[in-house]
């Protein structure tokens, strides 16, 4: 798992983050994956694209093996819960 949010940690973000918001909410604002209409296919294509290039960084070698989840204790209940079988004991 690799933990990508540092959103609540760092301020003042590079410039090229508040840049590629701007171009979000101004031209790409659809949902990926809710529709087949024009924005939201554009959408698809770039959680697709942010797919490739962390499989390509992290050398995974099939980028829908990259998923992306709300927050951390979701990634950690999915990590947790599609490993562990009933009875299995878990030490932190």
Same mark, same amino acid.
């Given at each position: 798992? %690799?933990?990508?949010?540092? =959103? &609540?940690? +760092? *301020?003042?973000?590079?410039?090229?983050?508040?840049? #590629?918001?701007?171009?979000? /909410?101004?031209?790409? $604002? =659809?949902?990926?994956?809710? +529709? $087949? !209409?024009?924005? +939201?296919?554009? &959408? +698809?294509?770039?959680?697709?694209? #942010?797919?490739?290039?962390? #499989?390509?960084? *992290?050398?995974?070698?099939?980028? /829908?093996q990259v998923i992306f989840t709300s927050n951390a @204790?979701? =990634? /950690?209940? /999915?990590? %947790?819960? $599609? %490993?562990?079988?009933?009875?299995? !004991?878990?030490? @932190?």
């Amino acid at each position: 798992m %690799i933990y990508l949010d540092n =959103a &609540a940690t +760092s *301020f003042p973000k590079p410039e090229v983050v508040y840049e #590629a918001v701007e171009q979000c /909410l101004r031209y790409k $604002g =659809a949902n990926p994956s809710r +529709s $087949g !209409h024009k924005l +939201s296919l554009q &959408a +698809s294509q770039v959680v697709l694209d #942010a797919r490739v290039q962390i #499989a390509e960084l *992290f050398k995974i070698g099939d980028p /829908l093996q990259v998923i992306f989840t709300s927050n951390a @204790t979701e =990634a /950690l209940n /999915l990590g %947790i819960k $599609g %490993i562990l079988k009933p009875g299995d !004991h878990v030490i @932190t």
